[in-house]
């Protein structure tokens, strides 16, 4: 029986679902290629929310993202409405060298790079969902399967206790 090489992520052929998806891809890729390179990370990530590109590479890496068009909304990939049109021109601008990384020269410039949007909450994954089960099926006893002696010798007084005085409570709480 013939014995298969082992697979590596790097000699995979990737498959893309459609053209403009292999584009996204390598967009995104030679751009987080980029960002590496420069930053001396090789786990630096390329990030497309203008909060999280401002604190995690213009704050934390010091590079900014020069000649994004106006035009196309800096936003995921996958978001960015349009087809093939946008992800074109962005990869085109990248190939020409308009659109590069270009590092930050001082804090006030930084600081001006910061978005002057809130940032939009994140919403929950669980809203419209119940929070117990709609039927609920019992899964078992409340209380512990085991009962210390003592603890039953004492309810058993007091219930004795209760029936020998007639089973009427006082009125502090005690059986009178």
């Not at 893309?16 to 630096?44: C, F, G, I």
């Not at 020409?96 to 939009?120: C, M, N, Q, W, Y």
């Amino acid at each position: 029986m013939a014995r298969h090489p082992p697979i590596i992520a790097a000699r995979r052929k990737p498959r893309y679902s459609s053209p403009l998806s292999k584009k996204r891809s390598l967009l995104r890729a030679v751009l987080t290629t980029r960002l590496r390179q420069l930053t001396n990370e090789p786990r630096a990530r390329m990030r497309y929310d203008e909060h999280a590109f401002w604190h995690y590479i213009v704050r934390k890496h010091g590079y900014k993202l020069a000649g994004w068009p106006a035009s196309i909304p800096f936003t995921n990939l996958s978001n960015l409405r349009g087809g093939r049109g946008p992800i074109d021109e962005l990869l085109h601008l990248w190939n020409e060298g308009i659109l590069t990384f270009v590092r930050v020269k001082s804090l006030d410039e930084a600081l001006a790079l910061r978005p002057h949007t809130d940032k939009k909450r994140g919403s929950r994954c669980d809203l419209g969902t119940h929070r117990k089960a709609r039927s609920c099926h019992h899964r078992g006893a409340i209380t512990p399967a085991t009962i210390l002696a003592e603890v039953d010798l004492r309810m058993d007084a007091e219930a004795a206790e209760f029936e020998r005085k007639g089973g009427r409570p006082s009125a502090k709480g005690v059986v009178a």
